[in-house]
């Protein structure tokens, strides 16, 4: 005769309840396997090797797109001549009045600032996350987290200078013959590219921590 005690089993209060299938208890360690593994592949996804690279990418094409909008005259023109930044004419013979759109001085030296200044925090922000291939960290500091204040830095930087030069020479654009070049939409095309940067490396410092 079979005992009872293949079948059931005791519990605190000394009552008797049927003992869960051996299939159920296997199903159970299936289930409970399959869900570790989709865990690990959700993981190995998000490797620090790939957020490090695909953030050192981004950094390095807006740092590099940032430069040419600063360093290029393509800003502005209205058919005659081009002007940027640095009140460069690109034509062999610049008119007289090629220097009205520079004529708020104020206006440009904000922005060539706010440039420069993210020109500079994206080549820090390059250089850390470089140097974070080789040493993640320096004493408490990620340079993964530094890297990704410094690219949010240059982002905001570049915003301004942009927002402040657009909204001094696009206010009554429709009422001007004045178009954007290619530089001035460079500028513009940089600082997402930088945000999208510090958010890869603020992933990054969470995944190492």
Not at 38 to 57: E, G, H, I, M, V
Not at 61 to 85: A, E, M, P
Not at 152 to 170: C, H, K, L, N, Q
Request: overall charge negative.
């Amino acid at each position: 005769m079979e005992n009872k005690r293949d079948y059931l089993e005791g519990d605190s209060t000394g009552n008797w309840r049927a003992k869960p299938e051996m299939g159920d208890r296997k199903a159970e360690e299936t289930n409970t396997a399959d869900t570790s593994e989709l865990r690990y592949d959700w993981k190995s996804l998000l490797t620090p090797l790939q957020l490090r690279t695909l953030s050192a990418s981004s950094i390095l094409l807006g740092s590099v797109v940032l430069l040419i909008s600063v360093t290029t005259d393509h800003w502005l023109s209205d058919g005659r001549y081009i002007t940027g930044l640095w009140g460069s004419c690109m034509k062999p013979i610049c008119p007289t009045d090629a220097d009205t759109l520079a004529s708020e001085k104020e206006i440009l030296e904000v922005t060539r600032s706010m440039m420069m200044l993210g020109v500079l925090c994206a080549g820090v922000s390059l250089l850390l996350i470089s140097v974070s291939f080789f040493q993640n960290r320096v004493g408490a500091c990620s340079l993964g987290r530094i890297s990704a204040i410094a690219s949010f830095a240059a982002g905001t930087f570049a915003m301004i200078g942009m927002s402040v030069y657009s909204e001094e020479f696009f206010d009554d654009r429709e009422e001007s013959s004045i178009e954007a070049e290619w530089s001035f939409d460079a500028g513009w095309v940089a600082f997402p590219l930088l945000y999208l940067a510090g958010s890869i490396a603020v992933v990054l410092s969470c995944v190492e921590s």
